[in-house]
């Protein structure tokens, strides 16, 4: 790992030093202060299942999952960037910002603390016009979806984007390879242990990316140890399993069909290694294969009218060996389980900065995860949202 970090930062100074040598004379230009962001609701009911109490029926994905109206959240963006490096302070307000940033209350003693407002907040730093280092809290590179509704067509969110991680704590060196070509590489916290790390461990991520006019293609890894169960000296605490490493590859594109069609595709694998087991004398292996999760979505859009857009995601979320609790209905001999989820959402400008969202979602499980109005189980969800989006 030192090892690792050390080449993204003799590579990075071995670049500025030759930039710096061809622009000695030149003065650092004055920097710019920009703020920018978002503010969201939404309303939501069930056609099929319970809107109200604790029989109250949502997919297990992340936000927009609360009955009634409802709030999103409120998104404030502080850019400086100048010349040569640059700041970003992203804060959040409201359920989906504080869904968003689950992972840090850790500093508060697992109570809310200041660090549950923080999104993003890194600083960056321009070594060449290929070269950039950005250290800190950012939003993760992987996946299709983000947190910020602004940026996605759906307002309601995929569950391959859900499991996926938010954001990472770390460093991370983007190279421009060419005109079309880009790299990245990054030295992190364990996924989503944003405001400090609490492990010991790290995680290594990478991104390859190909964008032309037409669109982008980008592949996506990370990898390493996620586990919390380690005492302060390294060791496992007595009594106590370990997770094995975590490995993720996602694959994200998005690409122009014609004036009016577009195509995006994301597909996703994360197993992590059955670990081992700590009796307090011996660490033994544990047996059996690895846990975790796979999916694929497609994103079909269309846009008639500049004032108008109709988009359709398909995903297909499928878990192993009880790699996920609580999310699809798992067959109780295996521990697997999947889902189909189709999402059709309309897209309406008005005035420009605010979008209205009509939604229809349905849910379909192999097992019975969902309950209907009789609380009877049952294997779909069919429900409706109207979310507005205000941008600024």
Same mark, same amino acid.
């Given at each position: 790992?030192?090892?690792?970090?050390?080449?993204?930062?003799?590579?990075?100074?071995?670049?500025?030093?030759?930039?710096?040598?061809?622009?000695?004379?030149?003065?650092?230009?004055?920097?710019?202060?920009?703020?920018?962001? *978002?503010?969201?609701?939404?309303?939501?009911?069930?056609?099929?299942?319970?809107?109200k109490g604790e029989n109250f029926q949502a997919p297990a994905s992340s936000f927009g999952n609360l009955p009634g109206f409802s709030l999103g959240m409120a998104n404030i963006i502080a850019?400086?960037?100048?010349?040569?490096?640059?700041?970003?302070?992203?804060?959040?307000?409201?359920?989906?910002?504080?869904?968003?940033?689950?992972?840090?209350? =850790?500093?508060?003693?697992?109570?809310?603390?200041?660090?549950?407002?923080?999104?993003?907040?890194?600083?960056?730093?321009?070594?060449?016009?290929?070269?950039?280092?950005?250290?800190?809290?950012?939003?993760?590179?992987?996946?299709?979806?983000?947190?910020?509704?602004?940026?996605?067509?759906?307002? $309601?969110?995929?569950?391959?984007?859900?499991?996926?991680?938010?954001?990472?704590?770390?460093?991370?060196?983007?190279?421009?390879? $060419?005109?079309?070509?880009?790299? =990245?590489?990054?030295?992190?916290?364990?996924?989503?242990?944003?405001?400090?790390?609490?492990?010991?461990?790290?995680?290594?991520?990478?991104?390859?990316?190909?964008?032309?006019?037409?669109?982008?293609?980008?592949?996506?890894?990370?990898?390493?140890?996620?586990?919390?169960?380690?005492?302060?000296?390294?060791?496992?605490?007595?009594?106590?399993?370990?997770?094995?490493?975590?490995?993720?590859?996602?694959?994200?594109?998005?690409?122009?069909?014609?004036?009016?069609?577009? =195509?995006?595709?994301? #597909?996703?694998?994360?197993?992590?290694?059955?670990?081992?087991?700590?009796?307090?004398?011996?660490?033994?292996?544990?047996?059996?294969?690895?846990?975790?999760?796979?999916?694929?979505?497609?994103?079909?859009?269309?846009?008639?009218?500049?004032? @108008?857009?109709?988009?359709?995601?398909?995903?297909?979320?499928?878990?192993?060996?009880?790699?996920?609790?609580?999310?699809?209905?798992?067959?109780? #001999? #295996?521990?697997?389980?999947?889902? @189909?989820?189709?999402?059709? *959402?309309?897209?309406?400008?008005?005035?420009?900065? =605010?979008?209205?969202?009509?939604?229809?979602?349905?849910?379909?499980?192999?097992?019975?995860?969902?309950?209907?109005?009789?609380?009877?189980?049952?294997?779909?969800?069919?429900?409706?949202?109207?979310?507005?989006?205000?941008?600024?």
């Amino acid at each position: 790992m030192k090892k690792l970090l050390l080449l993204i930062l003799c590579v990075a100074l071995s670049t500025y030093q030759v930039a710096f040598a061809q622009e000695e004379t030149a003065e650092e230009e004055a920097g710019s202060l920009t703020l920018s962001g *978002s503010v969201d609701a939404y309303f939501r009911t069930n056609f099929n299942a319970p809107n109200k109490g604790e029989n109250f029926q949502a997919p297990a994905s992340s936000f927009g999952n609360l009955p009634g109206f409802s709030l999103g959240m409120a998104n404030i963006i502080a850019t400086y960037q100048g010349k040569k490096v640059g700041a970003v302070a992203d804060l959040v307000f409201g359920p989906r910002g504080e869904d968003a940033v689950f992972g840090s209350p =850790l500093y508060a003693g697992g109570m809310a603390g200041s660090s549950q407002i923080v999104n993003q907040l890194y600083v960056y730093w321009n070594v060449s016009d290929k070269v950039t280092l950005t250290m800190g809290n950012f939003n993760t590179f992987l996946g299709y979806e983000v947190i910020s509704p602004t940026a996605n067509f759906n307002y $309601s969110t995929s569950y391959m984007f859900s499991y996926g991680p938010f954001s990472h704590t770390g460093l991370k060196a983007n190279f421009q390879l $060419s005109d079309k070509w880009s790299l =990245l590489a990054a030295v992190m916290n364990p996924t989503d242990m944003t405001e400090f790390n609490m492990n010991g461990t790290y995680t290594l991520g990478a991104q390859l990316g190909y964008s032309t006019d037409a669109g982008s293609t980008y592949l996506n890894f990370v990898y390493g140890d996620q586990d919390g169960k380690l005492s302060d000296d390294g060791t496992l605490i007595p009594d106590q399993s370990s997770m094995g490493k975590t490995f993720q590859v996602d694959l994200t594109t998005g690409f122009d069909l014609s004036d009016k069609f577009y =195509l995006g595709v994301n #597909t996703t694998y994360n197993t992590t290694s059955s670990g081992e087991f700590f009796t307090g004398s011996d660490i033994q292996d544990l047996d059996g294969d690895g846990a975790g999760f796979y999916g694929f979505a497609g994103y079909l859009q269309t846009s008639p009218s500049d004032r @108008f857009a109709l988009g359709l995601r398909g995903e297909y979320f499928s878990v192993f060996n009880n790699g996920l609790e609580g999310v699809v209905g798992l067959d109780p #001999t #295996t521990g697997d389980g999947g889902v @189909f989820a189709a999402t059709l *959402s309309g897209n309406i400008k008005v005035g420009g900065n =605010l979008t209205l969202i009509p939604e229809l979602r349905v849910d379909s499980m192999k097992e019975e995860f969902f309950v209907n109005k009789d609380l009877n189980g049952s294997k779909s969800l069919a429900s409706f949202l109207f979310a507005a989006v205000f941008a600024f």
